[in-house]
């Protein structure tokens, strides 16, 4: 694919979305814009960050020590 194709999948993919948000209602587009972790699903709003509710704690431990999984 060349440049102006990916340019043009992702115009339309814009678009798409943008077509979805019309079909709802005002409370329903709101609440579909707001960002949202990609894990649990709750709002991430302003000032998230900091913690990575998926991380494994005790993996990332063995990992470290060279240990294979």
């Known amino acids: ?29 709101a609440r579909a814009e707001e960002e949202r972790c990609p894990i649990c699903g709750a709002p991430t709003g302003e000032a998230w960050g900091g913690e990575n509710p998926a991380f494994d704690e005790a993996r990332f431990e063995r990992l470290k020590r060279g240990e294979r999984m």
């Open 1 to 29: 694919m060349k440049a102006r194709d990916y340019l043009w999948c992702a115009l339309n993919l814009m678009l798409d979305r943008e077509e979805e948000l019309a079909r709802l209602c005002p409370s329903c587009r």
